[in-house]
């Protein structure tokens, strides 16, 4: 699948057409989700592991603990290889537009803005119905930069 993403890339510069190209897309709802909870399971893992070091102190710092290793975490591993651990173990991968891999601005920004609707239930419902529902499976957090989640195509 790599030779075919990378001259399709090559040749038009965008996402590929759910339609035309749906090797690229298969299963990736379901993927995402478990790419979700194996990013919260390791950050919890992490947390857990902070306040046992701490010697207990560190839940009066856990929140902000929390926040900064996943704001982190996300901006690193999907700026450097357009993944987050979870995202790479499923094989999966954030697109731009243009169907490029994210750049570390771009990392950022997609990073906030899954925060401002991660604050939201009405705007994670909305997310995962848009997910579950559409061809490219695009969340709110998707729709400014047009990235959506692919099939790694490596």
Known sequence: MSDTFDSFIGGVGRLPNPETD???YDGVPSRRLIAWAID?????????LFVVLTLGLGLFL???????VDFAH????????SATIGMRLMRIELRGRDG???HMGQAIGHTLLYYIAGMSVIAQVISVIMMSG???????????FGSTMINSPE
């Open 22 to 24: 749906p090797q690229f």
């Open 40 to 48: 919260f399971v390791g950050l919890w893992l992490l947390a857990a």
């Open 62 to 68: 856990l929140g902000l603990f929390v926040v900064a």
């Open 74 to 81: 996300r901006v690193i591993s999907i700026s450097s290889g």
């Open 100 to 102: 490029r891999r994210f």
């Open 134 to 144: 559409s061809s490219l499976g695009r969340g709110l957090h998707d729709l400014p």
